[in-house]
């Protein structure tokens, strides 16, 4: 009897029925922050206990990696906004120490341009929005110049390397994502330094990949910035293009310039019309060519769930609530979701699922515009499998396989910049943060939105 009633929640939460006869009560909201805050503590601590000096912590082998020869910072940097977000005021402080102590970019080191534009030059923006301290936004006026050289293509679309001392670049076959995420970091540089250069730069890069897109309207996957040719020609909305997409919007919002908004209607409407999937379980997105829109593969996964999110916040609530329907359904479906599955045969094509964020991102947008419970619901769901079932004497360790559950020795700074953050955001008061007057980049650090 007790599975049969449990089928039938998760059936209800599924179809958009709102299981709960009440709201969530403060009091309950207040406990699953509480939660998470401990959830945040752990984690840090492991971190400072076997990985300062690090990038980030190996959670189960109990010790740091870094990224390239030598550190960035980058779960201090990371987690820094959500420590100022959560109240812990005491681990912010030690993140901040650590910040001002290692962190230099005077380094012969070539670094990929989206992950550090994404973590570190957002991350560095943020804290200034958020603290106020002068030190964070000279550390990312001093990165914003450092990676400039990258754009220096022929077509102005960014290589995917770049060293940050000598400015050499590498790496011409590239991506819309990589290409086209980084009007919200080096806008609010322009915004505060009073440098157009960094606006007009990463604008031009993404109005580049628009520029190339096909009689349909959509992007592929892989192209050349120095011959602006595509190399690969499949489209979907995930990994490789997703955040392109995302910033689309996200730009517009920040900024209110017009050609954003142009770029992202048409973008949104041949998204729609090309790659949704309506299904017993919700509405999927499929892969497709660019210039035909004839299905390549069903594929669906842990990345494109962040499209519920950011058609929740451009205004379009009920096609979001369907696509946020099939993306709790990919949860539960396999008991945590999968990085890709098949959602025509419903099996997985790539199990592991690396702490990721997105399905709890559009949980959290969701649940602000339109306040149903059932995605505080759906939030509950996913945060309880992570933090009963990836928890570790160190941290929180990636799933290697959800099927079976084997962990993996990975502990990404999203996880604190990104899963937690938006996990406690879904159930804080709305004062923490407000839509109105911040724009979270794609690692989940918020930018402050000019009056």
């Not at 999927?284 to 035909?292: E, Q, S």
């Not at 079976?404 to 996880?415: G, K, P, Q, V, Y």
Request: hydrophobic fraction near 40%; charge should be neutral; charged fraction near 25%.
């Amino acid at each position: 009897m007790t599975k049969i009633i449990s089928i039938i929640f998760v059936f209800l939460i599924c179809t958009g029925t709102n299981a709960r006869a009440q709201e969530f009560t403060a009091q309950q909201k207040a406990s699953e922050c509480a939660k998470i805050k401990e959830a945040m503590q752990h984690a840090w601590t492991g971190y400072k206990t076997y990985a300062a000096g690090f990038d980030a912590l190996k959670p189960i082998s109990k010790q740091g990696h870094n990224w390239y020869g030598t550190s960035f910072c980058m779960t201090p940097v990371d987690a820094f906004d959500s420590f100022i977000l959560m109240g812990m005021t005491e681990e912010a402080n030690e993140a901040k120490a650590m910040i001002f102590s290692d962190l230099s970019f005077d380094r012969d080191e070539s670094v990929q341009l989206f992950e550090v534009s994404i973590r570190l030059l957002g991350g560095l923006l943020s804290a200034y929005d958020l603290d106020g301290d002068k030190r964070f936004l000279n550390l990312a006026e001093d990165l914003g110049k450092r990676l400039l050289p990258a754009f220096r293509s022929k077509t102005g679309m960014p290589w995917r390397y770049v060293n940050l001392k000598t400015g050499a670049v590498r790496d011409s076959l590239s991506n819309p994502a990589e290409i086209g995420t980084y009007i919200l970091e080096f806008g609010r540089l322009t915004q505060l330094t009073g440098d157009s250069a960094y606006y007009r730069t990463a604008k031009r890069a993404m109005m580049q990949v628009f520029n190339r897109r096909s009689p349909i309207d959509l992007v592929g996957t892989i192209i050349d910035v120095n011959t602006g040719k595509w190399q690969n020609t499949e489209s979907q909305i995930g990994a490789r293009i997703d955040s392109y997409y995302e910033y689309l919007y996200k730009g517009w919002i920040m900024f209110g310039d017009p050609d954003l908004l142009d770029a992202w209607r048409i973008s949104s409407k041949a998204i729609k019309t090309q790659l949704l999937v309506n299904t017993k379980n919700g509405i999927f997105l499929t892969r497709v060519g660019m210039f035909l829109g004839k299905e390549t593969r069903p594929y669906y996964g842990a990345l494109d769930a962040f499209y519920a999110g950011v058609l929740a916040l451009s205004g379009d609530l009920y096609t979001a609530s369907k696509i946020q329907q099939a993306n709790f359904y990919m949860w539960t479906k396999f008991g945590m979701e999968p990085e890709v599955f098949n959602f025509r045969t419903d099996t997985i094509v790539w199990p592991s699922y690396p702490l990721r964020p997105e399905n709890i991102e559009s949980c959290f947008y969701l649940y602000r515009l339109t306040r149903e419970d059932k995605y505080l619901e759906m939030g509950k769901r996913m945060i309880g499998d992570i933090l009963s079932k990836c928890r570790t004497e160190a941290g929180f360790a990636a799933v290697k396989n959800v099927s079976t559950m084997e962990l993996e020795d990975d502990m990404e700074s999203f996880f604190l910049a990104e899963t937690l953050k938006y996990a406690y955001l879904l159930f804080a008061p709305e004062t923490t943060l407000s839509l109105r007057s911040f724009v979270f980049n794609t690692e989940a650090h918020p930018l402050k939105i000019k009056p």
